[in-house]
């Protein structure tokens, strides 16, 4: 029997269709885009622009309904993969704010 990725996952990704704002460390550039999905170890989420892999970011995630807790953290870029008009950006969480 052939897994699928998802079956091989330790953890279930968590859909998230929420804003986030994205700061890049070292600049303190800032963006705004839409979060995918998220997991214990990573957040992916949409933005209009490239990020370069290795980028280090802090995301926050502030939930449209109060029934789910904000989301703060410190993240490194993975991949960043074109999708539609934008990217897709993969993530790994370094921690917590």
């Not at 897994?3 to 953890?11: S, T």
């Not at 933005?47 to 370069?52: A, K, S, T």
Request: proline share 7%.
């Amino acid at each position: 029997m052939n897994m699928g990725m998802d079956e091989k996952r330790d953890f279930q990704r968590l859909q998230v269709d929420h804003p986030v704002r994205v700061k890049e460390l070292d600049s303190g550039r800032e963006h705004q885009g839409l979060g995918r999905d998220l997991s214990p170890n990573g957040l992916s989420f949409y933005l209009d622009d490239p990020l370069p892999v290795g980028k280090q970011l802090t995301v926050a995630i502030e939930p449209i309904k109060a029934l789910v807790a904000p989301l703060n953290a410190e993240v490194e870029v993975l991949r960043v993969d074109p999708e539609g008009l934008g990217y897709v950006v993969a993530t790994k969480i370094q921690r917590m704010l």
